[in-house]
Nanobody
């Protein structure tokens, strides 16, 4: 059974960068589109970036386009989220998630997810 573990969160100043990692075990990652989602206190969980199984397609929320990059290394069973020019509004718990048989747009927008990781905290503050 697929399991996902996030890492790389922490405290960063506005304008700084962080790279999140999502390590998979229990199944072949290439079979799954993977998404990064975030949830700030008092807000709904939202899709940030999603990538298809073989990285042919990606989807980004408008709020992060041009600043965040999602990528994957299927040989290492890991998906990454590079976050640049971070703003305080990006403060949230970030989750990676796997879907099955869904498009990246459906995954990110409709939260069509089968497996969630436990989350990693990202705090953007001076």
């Amino acid at each position: 059974q697929l399991q996902l573990v996030e890492s790389g969160g922490g405290l960063v100043q506005p304008g700084g960068s962080l790279r999140l990692s999502c390590a998979a075990s229990g199944s072949t990652l290439e079979n799954y589109p993977i998404g990064w989602f975030r949830q700030a206190p008092g807000k709904e969980r939202e899709g940030v970036a999603c990538i298809s199984g073989r990285a042919y397609a990606t989807y980004y929320a408008d709020s992060v386009k041009g600043r965040f990059t999602i990528s994957r290394d299927n040989d290492k069973n890991t998906v990454f989220l590079q976050m640049n020019s971070l703003k305080p509004v990006a403060t949230a718990v970030y989750y990676c998630a796997a879907g099955l048989g869904v498009t990246v747009a459906a995954m990110c927008v409709q939260r069509s997810v089968d497996v969630w990781g436990q989350g990693t905290q990202v705090t953007v503050s001076s």
